[in-house]
């Protein structure tokens, strides 16, 4: 970036300044100038009211014009900017540096989405909208179209899983793929991204934002910037679609069968969760296609899952990428004490036993609780006597009515709704 030379407003005087140590330009009230607040030696920052425009000014510079959430619309310097998260509304930047000095827990909530601040940072970089990319139709790591700008614009995914391939020379990249198929982003040969194998690559799903960092000679680490809406498919003959959204929520009500796809874990956080309920009649089966498509074993959960009715559980990725039961949260039961007792186990059958599937049986610790949530009297001269849990870990929870000594009572006594909490 060249030398600017500007001039003050009111004495009219002139100077110059390298647009590398402005930390933001704002337009002034009149619209004919702006404030400049630039950095000193001692990391603060002076003001300057100039003759020439902010949009003037960013001109031939990485600055591009945000709107603060409060605040007046401005300029910042792209480089600034360490990392974009999606924000209500817009997003939240976190900056290297700010225009009050700070370098430290620096952030900017702006209206602009994420895709809109990719956009802007890509507008400005090497010298144009970046790389204008279409993904190499070979799903390999040597038929990947090459990465050679710092800011990646994916045009053309021809086909699902079509390859992208990074390049050591470009060890920080913003990659947005504006199309609505996902693309295969490999690493440098004999390098990995995330928990990856070596010479595997990551899914950049459709319509989403990508952060690549290489840290080492040989390792790169990525986060998703943004990604597309949740969705998702039922299948009985397993045809799987992606569900895009880290922390998803999805409700299933009816199928017999679900298949699911998940979206990129984020390396180096928390790993994602998807909680999925299931609120029909009967237990579905989930299973996961796995988040590194190339890896040799997709998933810890290697056959379908099953999530018993009226049921909620949670899935995340563990340390080694790879999908894992984070935990059911409960089983909403409802049942009729026969002979004064119902046991709830995994596979029921007559009598007084009812099934709730091996998943959730198994989850039955000595912890579990059996909360009555309501009592239908069929004997109603003995409901109000009590009731006791007896619990067999991994593999049932009972429920015995007892009359007010703490006997059995040993007569159809009532229908019971109840929910069974992990």
């Not at 004064?340 to 995994?346: E, L, T």
Request: proline share 4%; charged share 10%.
């Amino acid at each position: 970036m060249e030398l600017k030379t500007l001039t003050r407003v009111g004495t009219g005087t002139t100077f110059t300044v390298a647009p590398g140590i402005v930390m933001s330009v704002t337009p002034d009230s009149a619209g004919t100038g702006s404030y400049l607040l630039i950095r000193n030696s001692g990391g603060f920052c002076d003001q300057e009211h100039v003759t020439t425009t902010a949009a003037a000014f960013a001109v031939g510079t990485n600055f591009i014009p945000v709107t603060p959430v409060i605040g007046n619309p401005k300029y910042i310097r792209a480089d600034t900017i360490s990392n974009v998260q999606v924000n209500s509304p817009g997003s939240l930047l976190i900056l290297l540096s700010d225009d009050k000095g700070m370098d430290q827990a620096a952030s900017l909530a702006v209206t602009e989405s994420v895709a809109d601040i990719a956009d802007l940072i890509a507008s400005v970089q090497e010298g144009g909208v970046g790389q204008q990319l279409t993904a190499g139709t070979t799903p390999t790591q040597a038929g990947g179209t090459v990465v050679t700008q710092s800011s990646v614009n994916v045009v053309t995914v021809t086909t699902p899983g079509d390859s992208i391939t990074l390049s050591d020379a470009q060890p920080f990249v913003i990659m947005i793929n504006r199309t609505s198929n996902w693309a295969r982003v490999f690493p440098p040969v004999g390098s990995q991204i995330g928990t990856c194998a070596t010479n595997k690559a990551v899914r950049l799903l459709g319509y989403s934002v990508a952060l690549f960092r290489r840290i080492s000679s040989t390792s790169w680490v990525y986060e998703v910037l943004e990604q597309s809406s949740t969705s998702y498919k039922t299948s009985a003959t397993g045809s799987a679609t992606v569900v895009t959204a880290r922390n998803a929520s999805i409700t299933i009500a009816s199928p017999t069968n679900c298949f699911i796809e998940y979206g990129d874990a984020t390396t180096g956080e928390i790993p994602p969760v998807a909680n999925i309920k299931n609120t029909g009649s009967s237990s579905i089966k989930v299973k996961f296609a796995g988040d590194f498509i190339d890896a040799a074993s997709d998933t810890a959960i290697t056959s379908p899952y099953e999530i018993p009715a009226n049921t909620s559980a949670d899935f995340c990725y563990d340390a080694t990428g790879k999908v894992v039961v984070s935990g059911i949260d409960s089983v909403k039961v409802a049942a009729k004490l026969v002979l004064g007792y119902r046991i709830f186990n995994a596979t029921g059958g007559a009598g007084n036993s009812t099934g709730i599937g091996a998943t959730a049986a198994a989850k039955i610790t000595n912890n579990s609780q059996f909360r009555m949530n309501g009592i239908s009297a069929i004997n109603a001269g003995t409901v109000g006597s009590g009731f006791v849990v007896t619990i067999v870990a991994g593999t049932s929870i009972a429920i015995q009515a007892v009359d007010a000594a703490g006997a059995n009572l040993a007569t159809d006594v009532c229908s019971i709704l109840g929910e069974i909490v992990f």
